[in-house]
């Protein structure tokens, strides 16, 4: 199942199915990211590689090899 670092997603959805299959999801990245919400436009703190706004509840991931770099940051869905 893990390939490396050299996965493509169709979707956010996607990443984060990946992240809670390998346990990544609770697990804090190496540097929080401070993202504004794509459904609501609030600001809020990205800290593990699964988060999710406090507002709205979309959920966001991010695959431990891409951390790194915010744009890799993807949007899931609501609630999911």
């Known amino acids: ?6 996965a ?3 979707s956010g959805m996607d990443v984060l199915n990946k992240v809670r299959a390998m346990g990544f999801s609770p697990q ?3 540097t929080a990211v401070t993202l504004t919400c794509q459904e609501c436009q609030t ?13 709205c509840g979309m959920v966001y991931a991010v ?4 951390a ?6 993807q949007a899931a869905g609501i609630e999911v």
């Open 63 to 66: 695959t431990p090899c891409h």
């Open 28 to 30: 804090a990245m190496p």
């Open 8 to 10: 493509h997603f169709n």
């Open 68 to 73: 790194h770099d915010p744009s890799a940051i």
């Open 1 to 6: 199942m893990h390939d490396g670092c050299s």
């Open 43 to 55: 600001p809020f703190e990205m800290t593990t590689f699964e988060g999710k706004c406090s507002q």
